[in-house]
């Protein structure tokens, strides 16, 4: 079985701890404060000025002016704050933020990332990819594992333009968990049902598979 979205999110969830600073990126990645654990208290922050991020709203409690950077209407928690996108910025680069999980286009087997532009079509610019790239020391990507086309998005080499270097540490798919290893992707989980040749069949770059892989536990 091929996880939603919500069930990829709900995997990342995961890997939140208590105390965490979390930026999520635009996609996937802000469907995760959805599904965070009620017991353990984590502080969401998004590049355009916000500390403090909820769920989404429930459809009718919407307000217009509270938004994350992909302008998704958002809420707050109790003590949130707001502030410009420079003080934004200088907590990114400061190396504020524990855990950075964002979308992508393509990742390689030594984890580049390329998130932000397809050449020949329209983009409005990176945003704040590159630098949360450059500075986060813990970077997962939620990521389907294949294109429309069924193309592996999962590369030996990415083809599309880099938005990092060698900074992706663990990928969750629709299909398993991976870890990025200076050997290639190594499968620590597959979704339920899904058998490892099949993601093998799935995968363009170099796949470890050591022993027994387990399913996911959502």
């Not at 999110?9 to 990126?25: M, P, S, T």
């Not at 009620?38 to 009718?60: A, C, T, Y």
Request: hydrophobic share 40%; aromatic share 6%.
């Amino acid at each position: 079985m091929s996880l939603s979205k919500e069930q990829i999110a709900q995997r990342i969830a995961k890997e939140v701890k208590d105390g965490y600073y979390v930026n999520l990126g635009i996609g996937i990645p802000t469907l995760v404060a959805n599904y965070v654990r009620d017991d353990i208290s984590v502080e969401f922050q998004s590049e355009n000025g916000v500390l403090g991020m909820g769920p989404f709203p429930f459809e009718g409690e919407e307000d217009a002016d509270i938004i994350n950077a992909g302008k998704q209407t958002i809420t707050t928690l109790p003590g949130a704050s707001f502030f410009d996108s420079s003080l934004s910025f200088g907590m990114i680069r400061g190396k504020h933020v524990d855990l950075t999980i964002l979308g992508a286009m393509e990742v390689s087997e030594n984890g580049d990332i390329a998130n932000w532009k397809i050449p020949g079509k329209m983009v409005k610019g990176m945003g704040g990819a590159m630098d949360l790239v450059a500075s986060a020391e813990n970077i997962i990507v939620a990521m389907m594992h294949t294109n429309k086309r069924g193309d592996s998005k999962l590369l030996k080499r990415c083809s599309l333009p880099l938005t990092g270097v060698q900074c992706v540490k663990k990928i969750v798919t629709n299909l398993a968990v991976i870890e990025v290893t200076n050997k290639g992707f190594k499968l620590l989980e597959r979704a339920p049902g899904v058998s490892v040749d099949s993601i093998k069949d799935a995968t363009d770059g170099t796949l470890i598979i050591e022993g027994d892989v387990p399913e996911m536990n959502l």
